[in-house]
RNA sequence: GGCGAGGUAGCUCAGUUGGUUAGAGCACACGACUCAUAAUCGUGGGGUCGAGAGUUCAAGUCUCUCUCUCGCCA
């Protein structure tokens, strides 16, 4: 039995994720834990909402709430959406947490002894009425270059001309229109990365076995222009993890928090311990998670995420990590995913083009969501979602192949014999072939499953399900019964049995449509098929079972129509 | 403009280190079957692998140029 941690990038806290969002983290992560323990492996799979910086602040005054509370609500819309398309988090956490708290102010102490933090004196506006320093896109006024009235305060966005804030012509704060500003002088921490440079360099270099999509992102942040910068780790904001070394005070950054980036991956972290203290558990069970040297040393770690988080994940987190100097557990293995685009553009959340995650649930069960996305899971390029594709590969896929076939065998039974698993009859040449083929699907797609191809693992898994069609199909025992009904009964008995083994290999990919293929035969017995021919005896002769409902409908070409037109545009 | 990723059957995509007649699913055509959600199974048609040039005994697979798409950055 191996070890596995598991982390999903974890999604900003302002607002519900689109589907592509979830594609490229939480669902393959998802698929991943699941698998892993039905394997009986010891698995933590661990997700928490992003909840620091700036965006959070605004979504909340907009929202008229305060800050914390705006946060906490939208954890709980976030996790009811998790609960709802099945995402077996052990725990979802949030990065405001007070674990999160202490350990990010803990590893700035551990850098700052390492002399790898230095402090910057910067030149920063200071809107007086909103008591806030204006970061660069929170300031506008009229450009010194062309004139044009709404230059941000980093750059034109008429001439393109770079800018200083301090050179901006009556320039407004964004946030109250307020022109009470003045040039303040600030200090902020900066994380000293280039010294760790070549530390990464050789860590990534080790990784062989990484997509090319991960290492080749990571390689450019390394080498492109002048190499790996230092990276600001503090903000002028309020709601964030106040500035502190260790449990001290920092001098001179009174009032000033983590930049969100830097807590938010540390966030993987505080969140086992959540779970900890969930569960009521000493810190040693989390620690044995994460401390080499308390355990963590068997741990094998994966982490589920987007391209655009690659950066953060192979150089800002592991400069992190290395720079602390103590024996944390680095990443093993790195899954990122490409984009998945909406219908021939990209899914929007700004302007609420595509589906979002509480839409989707509206409309349809989770299974179907899952089984479409991971099976065009955007692993080695961007893939596109459109919805006559996903009317016909879940109508083919879920209802047709393997909601059919559920349909057909156990509804032959009941109507030819009873609704008893039939005890006559043996097995014969076609079934030793069935559980021969059928032996060696299992060991491909357990080898997608273990290295994460997730859409070859969908394709072996239908291809399973497929070989139980050609089976009835040849056997034909509709035709065998009113010769030998003996047969007939054993084909059944086995087709019964297969049904069960389907529930098991599918659970990863369409739990609840498992569950129920699990719960119509009568059984709970979750134990992987390693031995196929035991498997295809295990529901015995004349055990109960029942006729489940149609485990998919098809979507009609009047849904799709509709769907189609409903969230082409913007959300309401 | 710079960087990155791509352009393979009508559609969505696979194609290891260059090596026999380029694959899958869907769609389409025909056939079989009739237990089942008008489901299933079988057979077949269909591609000058974006364009051009080069390296090689041999290129979808390597090199160069061009072109188109997408994303990121400035």
Redesign the pocket.
């Known amino acids: 039995m191996a070890r596995i941690l598991i982390t999903s990038a974890i999604p900003y806290i302002n607002g519900i994720k689109h589907l592509g969002n979830l594609v490229g983290s939480q669902l393959p992560a998802d698929l991943f834990a699941r698998y892993n323990r039905a394997r009986g492996h010891e698995v933590m799979f661990i997700c928490a909402t992003d909840e620091h910086g700036t965006p959070a602040e605004l979504a909340a005054a907009k929202a008229g709430k305060p800050v914390a509370e705006y946060c906490a609500e939208m954890h709980d819309v976030q996790a009811e959406i998790a609960r709802g398309f099945r995402l077996s988090f052990d725990h979802f956490g949030r990065s405001s947490s007070q674990r999160n708290h202490h350990l990010t102010q803990h590893f700035a102490g551990k850098l700052a002894e390492a002399g790898l933090i230095r402090e910057v004196e910067e030149s920063q506006i200071y809107s007086i009425d909103d008591g806030r320093f204006l970061p660069d896109r929170y300031i506008e006024g009229t450009c010194p270059n062309c004139g044009y009235g709404s230059a941000r305060g980093d750059q034109c966005d008429n001439c ?1 001309k ?1 800018l200083d804030p301090t050179d901006l012509i009556n320039p407004h704060s964004t946030i109250s229109g307020s022109t009470n500003l003045e040039v303040r002088s600030t200090k902020h921490l900066y994380l000293m990365q280039r010294s760790l440079r070549d530390k990464l360099e050789a860590w990534i270099d080790s990784k062989k076995d990484w997509p ?1 999509l991960t290492t ?1 992102i990571a390689k ?1 942040w390394l080498n ?1 222009g002048d190499g790996l910068q230092d990276r600001g780790i503090t903000r002028d904001l309020h709601w964030g993890i106040p500035v502190k070394k260790g449990d001290q005070i920092w001098p001179g950054m009174e009032g000033k928090v983590f930049y969100v980036w830097f807590d938010a991956p540390i966030e993987y972290i505080a969140c086992t311990a959540e779970w900890a203290d969930a569960q009521g558990l000493p810190d040693a069970a989390w620690q044995r998670w994460w401390r080499t040297d308390m355990g963590a040393a068997d741990v094998t770690y994966y982490q589920f995420m987007g391209k655009d988080n690659v950066p953060f994940h192979t150089l800002s987190f592991p400069a992190t990590i290395l720079g602390s100097g103590e024996p944390w557990k680095l990443v093993d293995y790195l899954k990122s995913f ?2 998945l685009n909406y219908d021939g ?2 899914f929007s959340t700004s302007r609420g083009r595509g589906v979002f995650m509480d839409q989707a649930l509206s409309i349809l069960p989770s299974d179907y969501w899952r089984w479409w996305l991971l099976s ?1 899971a ?7 979602f ?1 919805w ?2 996903f009317q ?1 590969s879940v109508n ?2 879920l ?3 393997l ?2 076939l ?4 156990t ?2 039974c009941v ?1 030819k014999f009873s609704a008893h698993v039939p005890s006559a009859g043996e097995f014969g040449e076609q079934e030793a072939r069935l559980i021969e083929e059928l032996g060696q699907r299992i060991k491909d797609y357990s080898a997608c499953m273990e290295s994460m191809e997730v ?2 693992a969908s ?1 072996e898994l239908r291809a399973i399900w ?1 070989i139980g ?2 089976y ?3 056997a ?1 025992p ?2 065998v019964v009113k010769t030998d009904p003996e047969r007939a009964q054993a084909m059944i008995r086995l087709s019964l049995n297969l049904i069960r083994v389907y529930a098991i290999l599918s659970a990863p990919f369409i739990p609840d449509a498992a569950a129920a293929m699990m719960a119509a035969m009568g059984s709970d017995d979750w134990t992987w098929p390693d031995d196929i021919a035991a498997a295809m005896s295990k529901l015995p002769a004349g055990h109960a079972f029942t006729v489940p409902d ?5 979507i009609t070409d009047e849904e799709r129509a509709d769907w189609q037109q409903r969230f082409a545009g913007i959300r309401t």
């Not at 559920?406 to 065998?409: D, E, I, K, P, W």
Request: proline share 2%.
């Open positions: 393109t770079q090319i080749s450019k492109d490409n984009y553009g990209q065009h955007p692993e080695s390029a961007d893939s596109e459109t006559e594709n016909v083919k896929d209802a047709d192949v909601g059919n559920v349909s057909r065998v509804k032959f109507a859409r070859k394709a497929v069609n050609e009835l199909q040849a034909a509709w035709t149609n485990l998919f409908r098809k």
